[in-house]
């Protein structure tokens, strides 16, 4: 049976979709090498991956990916992409042919992967004879097997895998025979380059929903930089207790390859354990020993490691009680600061690390995945190992790793935690974050960074050398990002907590929470995080207290001239508080109350938006999903503190500052807008002119030869001379309808000029009302045009809104004016403009549809483009005026303008003279709210 390696690419393209793949699939579709831009070009259009951030991919992503995979890619001497060995491809497709195959039969996830593997294994080496035909007798097959694998490897895992091959029928042993026997003209893959590709493919990560491959793997570029930090001695021990599938094992074995080093490894989950032997014999490990066991108790006495790289598992528990019995000989080490008995149960990750000190020899060497907490935490467990590894001198560095590295399988952030027994006199600790490197980016330095922890020397700004005596003062914390951005103080520095009382916000039942009337409650989304001193008081507060008898006893009411800041998101929102009665805030907000006398409150936030405090709060951020930093970390965080005359000639010169680049930035704005505008009514004014120039030249020639020839001129008249002739009385029409044009952008224009926010009288009307006045102005031209009002079931007090009345009619008419001048010509029947109301599902706005189903937008249209711009496509068509207009308007009422796109949504009209359906091409959202 021959394989086709294309097509099968193709059957499981769904399942295996990783960057790589798809350049191979682009590459083998394509028949020749192609360069990074063609291909991310292909990628995208084809959606054969997609980016988790939904971003397109780049050409410099693909470089990036092929680089990292040069067993399989690499690019030519004429700077394109080509594959580098079409046999691996040819194992590649097999090892997923199978799993599609069998993913459906009687066999577990796991056993099937097994089974892929081995028969890609038994493939590669690829036994002399010819398949032989298939007969319904499995005796004969299984005899076939058993004599195939004994001649290969007596090995655990070839049993295992005859054990399985006991599991299946006739005709599917008769199908693994067919896949064993590849194309003979493929050429025969060297055990270096096929030991790679089957490490990679085990352990690659699978986008199927319903098909996780190896969902606890470790991605490879960790691995790599995991494995390629320390070198054993000749004939040294390898050990990794979490082995999964072996892949970082596997690394470290090919790192010290030279050094002839023996390898043990174990895991508690079986079926990994068999396919980490698997790869170790696929990678050529002559003196491998893997074991079924728990990590945390089933090993006993110390393996004597010389190296041990490993990912611990996240997220379970495990007994102190176990671990203490599992190591009595380490107790000594282990155990001298509490570790034994500071609780009862320890998290896995921490017990990982016990794990690892226990079972390294004298000498011995270690890197360990752990999750960050581990090395800021406060829990007694975390600080009591951090001080262990510092006070024994044993930890060699921190690196933290890229934020997500390890998603999809868990979004906890990490870092490598490395553990040296042979430190000597070293008193500095490497620290390095790379945590905000993306992964491509990670993958291109990390040699760099290892290059630069063997020098002693720092890369870049990344990485620092600590001393001992340093982390010991800082609580022996080992998070890089704090030693990075440790400030350098004098006695003019104070921390937050010498310098105010602080507390946090209060809990309180969504239930007890209202928005109308009590004791407000303020909330992160109330602060301000623009740059200057920010204020806020009782008054604007949108939540408030329902029952102040529930709450508990002497809440902590803000006290006044509070600075309020947040301790969840990316920005700090520092605002002062100015309190006009009692009010409480949410929990995620710190409330900061200092002694006027010593620190005046706007010195402090013009210190809270400076550079040196805001690079403290960043090394106390931590997590992904939500950043956030604790009330107890920001206690520590240092500000200069002057005596009080300078603070208040600082604060003067700071909000000066502000408010001039506010200033700035504003009026830019404002000329930018101005100059949009001028454009606007330029090209608008310039769509009536020229054809009325066109008719009047037109008019001009036609009279000038009725005198010349003496004729009678009548209305009835045709002129010659134009594309499509037309009757002097619709040239007529059409010079007063440009005319009527020009009037109308004419006053448009000065409304916009004239338009000014702060001075705009607002008053409760009825919207239907309003739109009903734009409409009864425009009645000429909508003789023609279906105009429908929709209110639903609305009550006639859901439609009283406080609204500047002009502004609402101007925008309604400027709607309908540009709905029949640009939207309809005479292939569109009936022209219909639609205005539907709805209360918004929360009830807090009243939602105008603005819809008409004229000609959609072009392709290339951008709505932030027309608001501001006038662009209504690619070829900058129509005005400014509209888009520009409709929006200041509707930001005017603190509303919000939407463009819903020409979905081709159908509507439906039912009134008396009317009732049909018809398809929305223009689809406009205004979002006006009841309380101004």
């Known amino acids: 049976m021959q394989i086709d390696c294309t097509r099968l690419y193709h059957l499981c393209a769904e399942l295996i979709m990783t960057l790589h793949d798809a350049i191979i699939q682009v590459l083998l579709d394509a028949n020749t090498p192609l360069n990074s831009g063609e291909i991310a070009n292909i990628v995208n259009n084809r959606k054969l991956f997609i980016r988790k951030d939904g971003q397109l991919l ?107 091959l006991e599991q299946l029928t006739a005709f599917e042993l008769h199908e693994i025979q067919q896949y064993i026997h590849t194309p003979p003209n493929i050429d025969k893959v060297e055990t270096q380059t096929f030991g790679t590709f089957f490490n990679d493919l085990i352990n690659e990560y699978s986008r199927s929903d319903d098909w996780k491959s190896a969902q606890s793997s470790t991605p490879a570029i960790i691995s790599k930089f995991a494995s390629s930090i320390y070198a054993i001695n000749r004939g040294g021990k390898i050990f990794d207790p979490f082995v999964g599938y072996g892949g970082t094992l596997i690394q470290a074995f090919r790192y010290n390859f030279h050094r002839d080093p023996k390898i043990v490894a174990g895991d508690i989950n079986m079926p990994a354990l068999q396919m980490a032997e698997m790869n170790a014999l696929a990678n050529g490990c002559g003196r491998e020993y893997f074991y079924h066991k728990n990590a945390f108790t089933d090993w006993g006495n110390s393996i004597e490691a010389d190296l041990i790289v490993t990912v611990p598992p996240l997220g379970s528990k495990v007994s102190m009680y176990g671990l203490h019995n599992a190591f009595k000989e380490q107790d000594e080490v282990l155990f001298a600061t509490g570790l034994a008995f500071a609780s009862n149960e320890v998290r896995s990750d921490v017990a990982a690390v016990i794990v690892t000190i226990a079972h390294l020899n004298a000498n011995g060497k270690a890197v360990v995945i752990v999750p960050n907490n581990i090395l800021f935490s406060t829990a007694t467990i975390n600080a009591n190992l951090r001080e262990l590894l510092v006070s024994k001198n044993i930890v060699d560095g921190v690196i933290s790793l890229p934020q997500g590295a390890f998603r999809p399988v868990h979004s906890a952030s990490c870092s490598a935690l490395l553990i040296n027994f042979d430190r000597r006199n070293e008193q500095s600790v490497f620290f390095c974050d790379m945590s905000q490197q993306s992964m491509e980016a990670f993958a291109t330095e990390y040699l760099q960074v290892i290059d630069t922890f063997k020098k002693k020397t720092e890369y870049k700004t990344l990485s620092k050398w600590v001393h001992i005596h340093d982390i010991e003062r800082n609580d022996y914390n080992l998070d890089a990002k704090r030693h990075l951005n440790e400030l350098v103080v004098d006695e003019s520095f104070r921390t937050v907590s010498e310098i105010a009382t602080l507390f946090s916000g209060t809990g309180v039942p969504k239930s007890n929470i209202n928005r109308e009337k009590g004791i407000p409650f303020l909330q992160v989304g109330d602060l301000d995080d623009s740059p200057g001193l920010n204020e806020i008081d009782f008054n604007k507060a949108e939540y408030f207290i329902s029952d102040e008898t529930q709450l508990p006893k002497n809440p902590n009411y803000i006290p006044d001239r509070a600075v309020l800041i947040t301790k969840i998101g990316a920005n700090v929102k520092a605002t002062l508080y100015k309190n006009n009665g009692n009010a409480l805030c949410n929990p ?244 219909v403009i639609y205005i539907s109301l709805n209360k918004a599902k929360k009830g807090q706005d009243l939602e105008l549809h603005l819809i008409n189903n004229g000609h959609p937008f072009p392709d290339g249209f951008s709505f932030d483009d027309f608001i501001s711009y006038g662009n209504k496509g690619t070829t900058s068509d129509g005005s400014g005026i509209g888009g520009f207009l409709m929006k200041r308007i509707v930001d005017n009422h603190n509303g919000k303008l939407t463009w819903e796109g020409g979905k081709g949504a159908t509507f439906s009209i039912k009134r008396e003279d009317a009732s049909f359906d018809f398809i929305a091409n223009i689809h406009f959202k205004i979002s006006l709210p009841y309380i101004n």
């Open 58 to 164: 780049s050409s410099g992503q693909v470089t990036a990916r092929v680089n990292n995979y040069p067993e399989l890619l690499r690019i030519g001497t004429d700077g394109k992409v080509e594959i580098v060995n079409r046999a691996l491809h040819g194992f590649r497709v097999t090892y997923y042919h199978i799993i599609n195959r069998f993913k459906r039969s009687r066999l577990s996830d796991e056993d099937i992967k097994f089974l892929a593997a081995c028969t890609i294994y038994v493939s590669w080496l690829h036994p002399d004879g010819k398949p032989i035909r298939y007969n319904p007798d499995k005796p004969d097959f299984m005899q076939y097997f058993s004599d195939l694998v004994a001649s290969l490897h007596p090995r655990e895992a070839m049993r295992n895998y005859l054990s399985l």
């Open 588 to 831: 995620n907000i710190i409330v900061i109350k200092t002694d006027d006398n010593f620190v005046l409150p706007e010195y402090l936030i013009t210190q809270l938006q400076s550079e040196y405090v805001l690079r403290q709060i960043e090394a106390i951020r931590h997590g992904s999903a939500v950043i956030h930093f604790s009330q107890a970390d920001f206690a520590k965080i240092r500000i200069k503190i002057p005596p009080i005359d300078e603070q208040r000639m600082f604060v003067t010169s700071f909000y000066g500052r502000r408010l001039k680049d506010k200033e700035i930035v504003e009026g830019e704005k404002q000329e930018e807008n101005y100059q949009n505008i001028i454009a606007s009514i330029q090209h608008r004014i310039a769509q009536y002119i020229s054809p009325v120039a066109n008719d009047i030249q037109n008019l001009k020639n036609y009279y000038q030869r009725k005198a010349k020839d003496m004729l009678p001129v009548t209305l009835d008249d045709r002129i010659s001379g134009r594309e499509n002739a037309a009757t002097i009385q619709m040239t007529f029409e059409r010079l007063q309808d440009n005319l009527r044009g020009i009037g109308d952008t004419f006053t448009l224009m000065r409304d916009v000029l004239s338009f000014d926010d702060r001075n705009t009288m607002k008053e409760l009307v009825n919207v239907v009302d309003l739109i009903t006045e734009a409409s009864k102005s425009l009645e000429d031209r909508l003789s023609n045009v279906i105009f429908h009002i929709e209110k639903g079931k609305l009550k006639e007090s859901d439609l009283l809104l406080p609204l500047a009345s002009n502004q609402i009619v101007e925008l309604l008419r400027n709607f309908i004016i540009n709905s029949i001048r640009h939207g309809f010509d005479e292939s569109i029947s009936p022209k």
